[in-house]
Structure formats: structure tokens, C-alpha cells
């Protein structure tokens, strides 16, 4: 992971609180995070997604709004699309995006409201995490109830943003015989 961290340009952040199953507890991660964050707006995405650029534009567009709010706080997520990828994506051909989008027009389907696989906030939101880990069903949703609970602005941003996730198989649910 190291070495693939550096490679990318991206921090990695190797030492995280997990529960009985080694699954990552989602307030150290959130707490380590904000506190190496040099930007005021944070993600939160699932490793398994496909970003474009509309996803860039988006989260701009939002926290350029935002700052006009008087209370300045939000919590953004929308539903991903879901597709077969089988092929490797050439990153460094001009029209990959324009192929993928393609794609995903032809064969890909949403997912309902329980796939939100990003989700976009200020770095001094405080969201009640404790006992949760990540990458199970539900963190998404529970934070976005609790956002809702505190008042924040939330933004469904799934018309403005095509997030896309590479079907693959989940061992964590296969049976055990």
C-alpha cells in the first residue's frame, strides 16, 4: 500500500483503529484524516470507484456556494452507477472518459439510494462515528441522517455527479461452509 501510495502521490495512513473482523473503525480514520488535511473540504470514497471530471467540477461548484451559507456546513453524497469493467482504463488516452461515459449510458445501472459511495463535507463537521465500521451497509446513510439531525445542508448530488463502481465480488458475504 505504501508503495503504491507514493507512486500515486497520496498519503497513506497505515495505522488504523479496527474492530474484531480488521475492518477500519470510521472515527480514527475520520480523526486522522481531518487532522492531516491541508483542504477544508473532505471526501470520504470507497476505494472501488471511478472518478471524472464532473465529479471535480461539483464538489467546486458546492463549495463555492457553500461559503455563501451562513451556517457553511453540508454533507454531499449521490447514488453510483454500477457497470462491468473487464479491461484495464488507458488513464493517459484523451477520450477514456468519453468511452467509459459511453459505456455506462449502454450497460450501467444505478444503484437505489443505499450506494452512495462518496460522500463530500467540511473538514470540521463532527459526526457521531463511534462504533461504526467502515465499509459495511449503512455508514453512508447513518451519516447522512445525522447530518439531516443536526441541521446541515445536505445535497443529493447524484444528478450532477456520475460516480461510477466497478461490480466485483464480496467475500465478506460469501456462505462459510
Not at 44 to 52: K, Q, S
Not at 110 to 129: C, K, N, W
Amino acid at each position: 500500500m505504501a508503495k503504491a501510495a507514493a507512486e500515486l502521490g497520496v498519503r497513506h495512513i497505515a495505522e488504523l483503529e479496527i474492530n474484531e473482523f480488521g475492518t477500519p473503525m470510521l472515527e480514527d480514520m475520520m480523526a486522522k484524516a481531518k487532522k492531516i488535511a491541508s483542504n477544508e473540504i473532505l471526501v470520504m470514497l470507497n476505494p472501488d470507484i471511478i472518478l471524472t471530471n464532473d465529479f471535480i467540477e461539483a464538489v467546486q461548484r458546492v463549495s463555492e456556494e457553500i461559503k455563501k451559507a451562513p451556517k457553511n456546513k453540508f454533507l454531499m453524497a449521490g447514488q453510483r452507477w454500477n457497470i462491468d469493467i473487464k479491461e484495464p482504463i488507458d488513464f493517459n488516452d484523451r477520450n477514456w472518459e468519453k468511452r467509459l461515459n459511453e459505456k455506462l449510458k449502454e450497460k450501467g445501472k444505478m444503484l437505489g439510494a443505499s450506494g452512495m459511495d462518496y460522500l463530500i463535507f467540511p473538514r470540521d463537521a463532527e459526526f457521531r462515528t463511534s462504533g461504526i465500521a467502515m465499509g459495511r451497509a449503512g455508514v453512508d446513510n447513518c451519516l447522512f441522517y445525522q447530518a439531516k439531525k443536526m441541521g446541515m445542508l445536505t445535497i443529493d448530488g447524484t444528478r450532477a455527479i456520475d460516480i461510477i463502481h466497478q461490480n466485483h465480488d464480496y467475500p465478506q458475504k460469501r456462505k462459510v461452509s
